[in-house]
């Protein structure tokens, strides 16, 4: 049993994938027990001697043929990914076309980082010998991935991952797995050999049995901080890559743009209704400029659409589930407590969370120190860019951060300063390219996607030396 065949089984409970909004089963996978996890395993390994096989030609030819099929069908999956994960379908046409960019990166790395030579003869001693290094698979990589971003943030793992010769076992959230397995299907479809992808859907108990297999040589998972210093406790000896969220701060000095600074603040903010691990959640604001910036944020907050992500006019959809908004009215109401002011929101309608907008947030609040995934904003007013970036980097981890200036010293010195895997210049912390290194600052920082990063860790340099005759 391999790739697709596990994920679609019938002799295994099944797992109804709803639709976030109104609650409709859209479709079902099977749920593969803990136990069966050495199936998988042993499927992915005989899926990783094929893999190395392939040729790089083929592999780059696999994975652009696919990049086609994903942009031919694009109308189909933007809707599933809409329908399984709450995005709105206008979000959801952009992350396909972001996963036919990825998986075209993968395609041209497949061909062109293949390793180096090296310059033997520089050294004293090694007059005589030439050489190089090749850049070889590590094996069978186990890629975890979230419900946010369903299609584009699998490709991102699959596809380099591919590209280095390497078999994957994709567990994808069970919350929103429709859309990996439509993937897998166009990479099939294309010419991959289905046993180089083997998709275990399933539980928590499945993905530590995944995890704790020694067969497994590396762990690429993007989720939260708790699962992933769970999974480092149980993987043993094995790579890691890891995106473990962050706590995006913004900075918005008095000398921006105020126009183009809100409309990007906003954007940032409520993307994927907030379930963005680079979303915007503290914006740290100039006090010569806070209370027009106040204002035209709530304003433009406000006018905001929130309902069915299927509506070409929906700009904030559903949180994926009933539970994930509670924990975001319970946020809200935490800080409340606490001597919070709530200007806009906090508003539920089952799994619908109005965009939220706090002043005065305690620092010790869970909406100031940790990650909100949810479309919650903090607005805080700063004095000076020293403070900002004291308040920026107080979390222990970080992904993006996001400066907002007309002075290119001030840019400069926050790029500088600021504690965080990116930083947007006049943009929102929300923006990332496919092929730029993406991963997170202090305890957040673990490995590096982006297709050429991603790649570099899914493979292992091999050095081939010769002796030659000596003069």
Not at 140 to 152: E, R
Not at 260 to 287: F, H, K, M
Not at 348 to 371: A, H
């Amino acid at each position: 049993m391999n790739s697709l065949s596990m994920a679609l089984s019938t002799d295994y409970e099944e797992i109804a994938v709803f639709n976030p909004f109104d609650g409709s089963v859209i479709g079902v996978v099977a749920k593969v027990p803990a136990t069966s996890a050495h199936l998988v395993i042993e499927a992915a390994k005989h899926g990783a001697v094929i893999a190395r096989n392939l040729s790089r030609a083929e592999r780059s030819r696999i994975l652009e043929q696919a990049a086609a099929l994903v942009e031919k069908d694009k109308d189909a999956f933007a809707q599933m990914i809409s329908a399984e994960s709450g995005k709105t379908i206008r979000q959801a046409r952009k992350e396909v076309l972001r996963c036919v960019n990825t998986l075209k990166l993968s395609a041209e790395e497949a061909k062109r980082n293949a390793g180096e030579v090296i310059p033997f003869d520089s050294y004293v001693g090694s007059e005589s010998r030439q050489g190089w290094f090749t850049r070889e698979p590590l094996g069978v990589i186990l890629a975890i991935t979230p419900y946010n971003d369903p299609l584009n943030l699998v490709a991102h793992k699959l596809g380099p991952a591919i590209a280095g010769g390497n078999s994957v076992v994709l567990k994808p959230s069970e919350l929103a797995p429709l859309s990996a397995l439509k993937l897998v299907d166009c990479l099939i479809k294309a010419g991959l050999p289905g046993e180089v992808v083997s998709i275990a859907t399933g539980d928590a108990e499945l993905g530590k049995a995944l995890v704790a297999h020694r067969a497994v040589r590396m762990i690429s998972f993007t989720g939260g901080f708790i699962t992933g210093e769970q999974i480092t406790k149980t993987a043993g000896l094995k790579k890691m890559a890891m995106d473990l969220g962050g706590n995006a701060p913004v900075i918005v000095m008095g000398d921006c743009e105020l126009d183009s600074t809100v409309e990007s603040c906003v954007s940032g903010a409520y993307w994927a209704a907030g379930q963005n691990c680079i979303g915007t959640q503290r914006i740290l604001i100039d006090t010569k400029i806070y209370q027009i910036f106040k204002e035209k944020f709530i304003e433009q907050s406000r006018a905001l659409i929130v309902g069915n992500q299927a509506n070409e006019l929906t700009d904030v959809g559903p949180m994926i589930s009933e539970a994930a908004a509670k924990r975001a009215e319970e946020s809200v109401q935490e800080a409340v407590n606490k001597g919070a002011k709530v200007l806009l929101g906090n508003k539920r309608e089952g799994t619908l969370f109005y965009p939220t907008v706090l002043e005065d947030v305690s620092f010790e609040c869970k909406v100031w120190q940790e990650e909100v995934f949810s479309p919650i904003v903090i607005l805080q007013e700063i004095s000076t860019l020293e403070e900002a970036l004291t308040l920026a980097n107080a979390p222990e981890y970080s992904l993006h951060a996001g400066i907002f200036t007309s002075n290119l010293n001030t840019a400069m010195k926050a790029a500088k300063l600021l504690e965080a895997g990116g930083v947007m210049i006049n943009d929102s912390s929300d923006y990332r390219f496919d092929a730029m290194p993406f991963g997170g600052f202090k305890y957040g920082s673990m490995g590096r996607e982006g297709v050429r990063f991603a790649y570099e860790d899914m493979t292992q340099p091999k050095v081939i030396c010769l002796n030659g005759p000596s003069e």
